[in-house]
C-alpha cells in the first residue's frame, strides 16, 4: 500500500473521529412537558431538548406555538414533532418565498395546529358533540434543536385550540399571518341541510389563502402546500365558498394561510392588469385579522321550490302575454282589418315558391331618390319578394351562426367546470360566492338556471310572430313586413340564454364575450328592423350586417384580451369611419356612389357653390348631424369611464350598440308623430311595460356581484348575500326581469306600425 493510501486513510479516520467526538458531545435533555405554559430554552448545536407531552384524553387538538429572536436564518431552530401516526416539522426563523424572484420573508414568531390523533373516529362518530363517548388519546414529543454554534433562546407553548369545533351561525375573529396558519373542522349535523356557506370578511388587506380539505389527516396549512387538497380561493377583504354535505360527509377543514405578499391578490396577477388599480404587493405586517362564519345553506326542497317559482312565473307570463296578444288582434287595431281581409294564407314562412321577375331601381329612380326631398315607401318597395327573401337570410344566418358557436362554448365552458372541480381552485371562475348553489356538478347553478327565461321567452316571441304571420300575410298596403328579421330576433334571444347559461358556468375574463355577443346580434337587428320598414329595398343585407357584427365581436375580444392605446386609437378610427359611412348611406339612400356623383356635377355647373354643396335633404341631414354628435358623445363618455375603471371594452362596445338602439327607436317614433302618424294602443301599452321591465332590471343590473376585469380576490369584494328565496342574487334578477323586458321591446317593434297596416304606401313617409 503506498504513501497515497495511507493518508487517505488517515484522513477518513480523523474525519470519523470528529463525527463521533460531536455526536459524544451532543447532549438530548429530556423534559416533562406542561399544558397551557410557556417554557424557554437557551441552548446551542450541543444540545436537544425533548419535551414529553403527557396523555391527553381532551376532544381539542393542540396548537403549538414557538417564538425566537436570536434564531439566525443561516443556523436556524428546528421545531420537530412526533405524533402516534404522523410527524409535523418547521424552523424558526419561518422562511416564506414571496412573488419576487428569490425573495424571502423571515417570521421569528410561529405556531401550528396538531392533527388530533383520533380525527377519525372524530368525524365518523354519528352523536358529534362537545362530548364525545368514544375514548380519546393524544400523544406527541417536541424536539428543538439548532446548529447555532452560540446559544439561543427559544420559547414553546402547547395550548388546546378551544374554537376548534365550529358551529352554525356564530361569528369568530382570528388572527393569522404566514407563519401562524390556522384551520378548524365543521360537521353538517343537521341531516335535511345540503349546503354550507362560509363568509370571510377582513378589514385589512393581506392576502389570503383559504382551503376547504377533507377530514383526515394531515391538513395542508402551508403556503406551499394548500393547493394540494380540497378546493381553495384567494381574498383580501371579502371572500365565500359554499359547500355541499355529499362531498364532506364526515365535515371539512376551514384552513387560513396568509401570504407573504399581496402579489396574487393585486392587479399584477391579473391575466388582464390595468394599471392604475395596482395595489401595494409587499406591506410591512402580515398579520390579518379574519372574521368569519358559517351559514347553512339551502338544501334539495329549496332547490325544487326555487326552482318551480321561477317556471310558474314565467308560466303566469306566458298566459298574461297569449292574453294580450289575442285580445289586441280581436279588439285592437288590427280588428277591422283582419275583418275586411281574406283569411286565405298566401304568404308563409318558408317564402314565395315561384320566383317572380321584379323590376330593380332605374337610373331615374335613382335620381328621384336622391334630390326629392320627400319621400315615400313605395319609391323603396319595388321588389317585394326579393326583400322577403332576403328578410329569411337572416334566420337561416343566425341559426348557422348559432350552431357553430354555441357547441364550441358548451364544449369549453364544461371543461372549465370539470378542472375546478378537479383541482378545487375556485379562482379560475368569477362567481357571487356568497350566493353560489352549486347542483349537478356545476358550481353555480342559480346563475345558470335564471337563464330560463331568456329561452323561453325567445320561443313565445317566435311563437307570437308565426301566429302574426299567418293572421297578417305581406300586401301591397302598409310596412312592408319581413317577418324574417323578427324570426332572426326571436332565435338571438333564445340562443342568448343558452349562451349566458354557459357563460355562468364558469364566468371569467377569457369568455365574457360568450355572454355578449348575441346581445350584439339583438342590438344591431333592432336597428335592422326599423330602418327596413321604411326602406325594404336598400336595406343591408345578411351577409354584410352579420360580417360586421363578427368584426364587432372581434375588436371586442383584442380591447379584452389588450386594452393598450393603439388598440383603443384603432377602434376609435374604425367606429368613425363607420359612423361617416353609415351616414352617407342613410343620406343617400344608399346610393353613396350616385350621390356624390350628382353633388360634383352640381357642384362643377353651379356658379353658387355654396348654395350647390347645401344638403338637399336638410331635415335628415341634421337628424344624422346630431345622431353623430350622440354617438361621439357616448364614445367619449365610454373612454372616460374605462380609463376610471368603471367599465370594460366589451361592455362599452355593447352600450355603444345598445345606446344607438335605444336611440334609432326613440326617432323612429318620434318621426311618427312628427309625420302625422299615430301610436297605436298595442305599442303604447308594450313600450310602457317594456320601460317598465328595463328600469326596475336595470337597478339589479348596476348593482355587481362581481367584476372580472381585476383579480379573483378583488372581486369577491363586489360578492352579496341572495336576495331571493335565498337562492338568488340581484344579477339572478336581473335575468329574470331583463328576458320579459327583450319580450315587450320586441312586441313594441312588432307592433309599432300596426296603425299603417291598411294605409297605401305611397301615402307613407320614408323618414
Known sequence: MGPIWWTLVSVLASTAVEECAAVAKLQMVQHEGTYSKTMSFRFNQTTEHVLVFPTSQSMYPYRISAWSSDALVESPVLLVVR?????????????VDTSTRDGVVHFHNTSRTLCHNNMLQI?????????????????????????????????????????????????????????????????????????AVVEITSDDDVCLTVSIQDSFCPVFDLDKDITYEGKYQTINRKGGMSIRSKEYPDGFFL?????????ECSQKHSLLPRGHKNSNIIAANRTSIVNFSIVKGINGKDYGVASLVTLCAIGAFYVFAIVMVFAFTRWGTLRSYLKSKSRDITDTLEGDADFVVEPGITAEDKKQLLTNNKLTVNLLARAPTKDRRRSYNYLW????????????????????????????DQDMCYYNFLCANPAWGVSDFNHIFSNVGYVFMGILFLCVVLYRHAKIPNNCTGIPTHYGVFYAMGIALTIEGLLSACYHICPSQSNYQFDTSFMYV????????????????????????????????????????????????????????????????????????????QLKKTFTSSDNKVEAIAPIKKSRFFLLIVANLINYAMLITGLCLY?????????????????????????????????????????????????????????????NATLWTVTPAESRQWNQECIVMNFYDKHDVWHLLSAPALYLTFMFLLCLDDDLVDKKRENITVF
Request: with cysteine; charged share 15%; net charge positive.
Open 123 to 195: 368525524t365518523k362518530s354519528k352523536s358529534f358533540t362537545r362530548k364525545l363517548s368514544i375514548p380519546l388519546s393524544q400523544n406527541f414529543i417536541v424536539a428543538l434543536s439548532t446548529s447555532s454554534m452560540v446559544n439561543v433562546e427559544v420559547s414553546v407553548i402547547v395550548e388546546e385550540e378551544r374554537n376548534f369545533y365550529l358551529t352554525e351561525n356564530k361569528k369568530y375573529s382570528i388572527a393569522v399571518s404566514p407563519s401562524e396558519t390556522k384551520y378548524y373542522y365543521y360537521k353538517f349535523l343537521d341531516r335535511r341541510s345540503t349546503t
Open 522 to 597: 339583438m342590438a344591431v337587428l333592432c336597428m335592422i328592423k326599423l330602418y327596413q320598414n321604411r326602406h325594404p329595398d336598400v336595406n343591408a343585407t345578411a351577409y354584410a350586417t352579420f360580417t360586421v357584427l363578427g368584426m364587432a365581436i372581434f375588436l371586442a375580444m383584442v380591447g379584452i384580451l389588450n386594452s393598450t392605446l393603439s388598440v383603443w386609437i384603432v377602434f376609435v378610427v374604425i367606429y368613425s369611419v363607420l359612423c361617416v359611412y353609415i351616414s352617407f348611406k342613410i343620406y343617400f339612400v344608399s346610393f353613396v356612389f350616385d350621390g356624390f356623383k
Open 397 to 424: 344566418h343566425i341559426l348557422s351562426i348559432a350552431i357553430f358557436y354555441s357547441i364550441p362554448v358548451v364544449q369549453l365552458v364544461t371543461t372549465y367546470q370539470r378542472v375546478v372541480n378537479r383541482t378545487g
Open 255 to 263: 384552513v387560513f394561510v396568509a401570504k407573504a405578499d399581496n402579489y
Open 643 to 703: 380609463n376610471s375603471g368603471v367599465t370594460d371594452f366589451g361592455t362599452f362596445l355593447l352600450g355603444l350598440l345598445m345606446g344607438n338602439s335605444v336611440l334609432y327607436a326613440v326617432f323612429y317614433t318620434s318621426m311618427k308623430l312628427v309625420h302625422g302618424e299615430r301610436i297605436c294602443v298595442e305599442a303604447i301599452i308594450y313600450g310602457v311595460l317594456g320601460m317598465a321591465a328595463w328600469a326596475t332590471s336595470a337597478v339589479f343590473f348596476l348593482d
Open 83 to 95: 405524533q402516534e401516526r404522523e410527524v409535523l416539522s418547521w424552523q424558526i426563523p419561518f422562511v
